[in-house]
């Protein structure tokens, strides 16, 4: 059982905004519906003594366009305040009982991000292991997938389950507020003397411009596939990525000896940097010359920049004895790579495609807040989250991909420099939850996760 959230003063003010910031946006919107229908819609354009004046189609018609209007921002914040409370993407609370129980499946898909040392990274609060992209907000005290900010107008956190409707909801009250400004300010334009206009042409104005910066800063994260805590710096994000096949020793299951945990070679248990293999080990070039007919360029390994080292699962029993074991069924060897700072792994290197990743390919999803975000997806057994072209840089940096060109279909012509365009090979493999060429087949890694799945049902059974 998860334990509940902790109270702290902190929650508590989140919690009272939760509830005092929708009732002021509905007095608000209130107040406003009150100025078009009854001063100036009924009282000036129907009931006006002046024939002049007196325009009884306008009075009828713009008040309908405001509700028109009025009507999906009401529906998308109500979506949005829902999803909010209920789960923006919360990473569940892992209690000491939690012990023993198997953390999500991370090296069972290809790619994860983690620690220096391999492993999955662990918040000390939620006392879980996070998943990609999931970053702890202490207003909430939870940990929450692809967390974008905490937004004190919706009382709660914008992640993976609530981007969506936030957007929509910005986007729908950015038209709403221009058209309160636009009626308005023609009426004050011609007429003066009410107050009541003013007043709502002021709060139009106001909310036209609060809500455009909002809207082009949420667009921009979302055509970037990016979030406001990754945007934030120039951080650099560490990556597991699953070695190839070549790479991984003869056969799944059979590591090759040298990408073995050190704590297996000559009792040397360095606790400083248990999980990093020979491969690191400078000595070992000469094994990469002789891996060189094999295709890879495998001497360019570990000279990168990324390249910060290996781990292999199952795990060393070394590890630190204050959170739950990582069980491995099978050994897999993983890279671990720094991204360059600045770089997006997840953007996946079209404005169309990031955008459809949050809000889905149909005309219908983009506009009504019913459906969640694609990216909410995570059945890939590759990534989490889909990876883009910056990440595939990545491995071609690093030799774990080679590098394919434009004219490569004809060996005989010499390569055009000029003409280095880099065709996205493994672009639509990565980005599609599939293993790119040379990397495990699909049957290969299903056999092995239902084996390791098998094993983990089988280890449940015997936990007392
Ligand atoms: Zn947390």
């Known amino acids: 059982m998860a334990k509940e959230k902790p109270e702290t003063p ?31 819609s009924i009282d ?5 003594e002046d024939p002049e004046k007196r325009n009884i189609s306008a009075g009828i018609a713009l008040p309908i366009v405001w ?20 789960d ?30 391999g492993l999955p990274i662990w918040c000390h609060h939620c006392r879980n292991w996070k998943p990609d992209r999931a970053h702890h907000n202490r207003d ?43 009626l308005m300010a023609y009426y004050v334009h011609k ?90 080990d400078p000595s070992h070039s000469s094994y990469f010359s002789k891996g060189g007919s094999r295709g890879w360029p495998l001497r360019r390994l570990a ?12 795990l060393p029993n070394n590890l630190p004895t204050d959170r739950p074991p990582i069980p491995a069924p099978e050994p897999r060897t993983f890279a671990i790579l720094e991204t360059w700072p600045g770089m997006n792994p997840w953007d996946l290197g079209s404005t169309y495609l990031n955008f459809t990743a949050v809000f889905g390919t149909k005309l219908h999803h983009w506009l009504l807040p019913i459906r969640h975000s694609p990216c909410c997806e995570h059945s890939s057994a590759v990534s989490l989250y889909p990876l883009g072209p910056q990440f595939e840089e990545m491995l071609e940096e690093v030799g774990m991909v080679q590098r394919e060109f434009r004219n490569a279909q004809d060996p005989g012509k010499p390569r055009d420099k000029s003409n280095r365009k880099r065709r996205p090979r493994l672009g639509e493999g990565w980005q599609n ?21 098998a094993r983990m049902r089988i280890d449940d059974d015997f936990v007392p």
């Open 191 to 280: 007429d003066r003397s009410h107050v009541q206009w003013i007043v709502a042409l002021s709060l139009g104005g106001f909310f036209v411009f609060f809500t455009l910066g909002m809207v082009i800063n949420t667009m921009r994260m979302i055509f970037h596939n990016a979030t406001t805590i990754e945007e934030a710096g120039s951080r650099t994000i560490l990556m597991a990525v699953v070695l190839p096949p070549e790479l991984q020793g003869d056969a799944i299951g059979r590591p090759s000896p040298i990408y073995s945990p050190p704590t297996s070679r000559s009792g040397n248990s360095d606790s400083e940097q248990p999980f990093v293999s020979e491969i690191d």
């Open 67 to 86: 509700f028109v209007l009025l009507i999906p921002v009401a529906t998308s914040y109500a979506r949005l305040l829902y999803v909010v409370s209920k």
């Open 433 to 453: 939850g599939e293993r790119p060429d040379g990397w495990i087949s699909e049957k290969e890694a299903r056999r092995v996760r239902n084996q390791a799945r």
């Open 140 to 182: 909430t005290g939870r940990c929450t997938k692809k967390q974008d900010h905490f937004c004190p107008w919706v009382g709660g956190v914008v992640g993976e389950r609530s981007m969506k409707f936030f957007a929509q909801f910005l986007c729908y009250s950015f038209t709403l507020s221009t058209y309160l400004m636009i």
């Open 88 to 117: 923006p993407g919360y990473i569940p609370f892992g209690g000491d009982e939690a012990a023993g129980a198997p953390p999500p499946d991370f090296w069972m898909r290809d790619v994860f991000v983690c620690t220096p040392q």
């Open 303 to 314: 000279r990168s920049k990324a390249w910060k080292g290996t781990v292999t699962y199952p």
């Open 10 to 40: 902190r929650n508590k003010v989140s919690l009272a905004s939760a509830k005092a910031v929708p009732i002021f946006l509905s007095l608000l919107v209130a107040y406003a519906s009150y100025v078009v229908v009854g001063p100036f």
């Open 44 to 48: 000036y354009l129907i009931n006006n």
